[in-house]
């Protein structure tokens, strides 16, 4: 290994990673078995020191914002609003409870794999996420973050800081559908989350969609999304139809055909908008 830094604020962190070539560990789930058998060449940055990027907690804007080193046990365990239920549901699926102690949340995202657990349901709270570098911070959506797969927008001098999840992105309810070869420590065939918030005669005033693991990229489905507002709660699953999920592009390899996703995902979409429906009323 060519060298190892750990250090203790994020002004140390981001100068060092100013010089490139930096590997960046958090809580190291994704990093060591994507080596294999290959040994680590390039240098290593352990940021699990810097504190202040751990936690949950509301932002001046009205909404609420998670650190870079925040584990998935510590979504599940924190009190949130309703419309995180999909990622605290989905939090709990991120390998055993073992990984969910040590993974973080910005790991995940910036694994950027394809059927990342993470990724729907912050897509469904409009999440952004915020760079940090040395000569200053910037946000975007993550919708514009996420690249591809294994690829992201964040720049070598870059470090994940927080994920941003605006006030509008907290309104009404959420679920999550996950479906795999087998219950527990699985890779997603399908996934999807979606969020509904309805005035008090159950008619929808919001709705947000996104399904991965059916595309390169975790994908929000804004016709759909379209569809559904003006109508009646109780009328939601039936409006997902095969052409809302156009903009998906699911691929065959191990686990499941293409063509076995997209039906996949099509019934995920109509659970989880029956789940997210359950007391989504304002």
């Not at 990027?53 to 584990?71: E, M, V, W």
């Not at 409870?97 to 469904?124: K, Y």
Request: neutral net charge.
């Amino acid at each position: 290994m060519a060298g190892y830094a750990q250090p203790t604020s994020l002004a140390e962190a981001v100068t060092l990673l100013g010089d490139g070539g930096w590997t960046v560990l958090a809580g190291g789930t994704d990093v060591y078995p994507a080596l294999g058998e290959t040994p680590l060449t390039s240098p290593v940055m352990d940021i699990s020191r810097l504190g202040d990027l751990r936690g949950i907690a509301p932002s001046p804007d009205g909404g609420i914002r998670i650190g870079a080193l925040t584990t998935w046990t510590d979504i599940v365990r924190a009190s949130l609003p309703p419309a995180f239920r999909a990622l605290q549901q989905a939090a709990r699926e991120v390998g055993s409870v073992q990984i969910q102690n040590r993974a973080t949340i910005a790991g995940n995202l910036c694994n950027a794999s394809p059927a990342a657990d993470g990724v729907p349901p912050l897509l469904a709270l409009d999440a952004r996420v915020e760079l940090a570098s040395r000569s200053g911070s910037r946000t975007l959506p993550l919708s514009d973050f996420i690249q591809g797969n294994r690829k992201t927008a964040r720049d070598s001098g870059e470090l994940l800081t927080f994920i941003h999840v605006p006030a509008a992105g907290l309104r009404g309810n959420s679920a999550f559908f996950k479906l795999g070869s087998r219950r527990y420590l699985v890779i997603s065939i399908a996934m999807i989350a979606a969020r509904l918030a309805a005035d008090g005669n159950g008619i929808i005033t919001d709705a947000a969609v996104a399904v991965g693991a059916c595309s390169a990229v975790a994908q929000r489905l804004p016709a759909l999304e379209s569809a559904l507002i003006g109508k009646n709660l109780q009328a939601a699953a039936g409006i997902a139809a095969p052409q809302h999920l156009a903009v998906l592009s699911p691929i065959d390899d191990v686990r499941a055909p293409a063509g076995y996703r997209m039906e996949a995902a099509l019934e995920g979409v109509r659970r989880a908008l029956t789940m997210a429906g359950e007391g989504a009323s304002a």
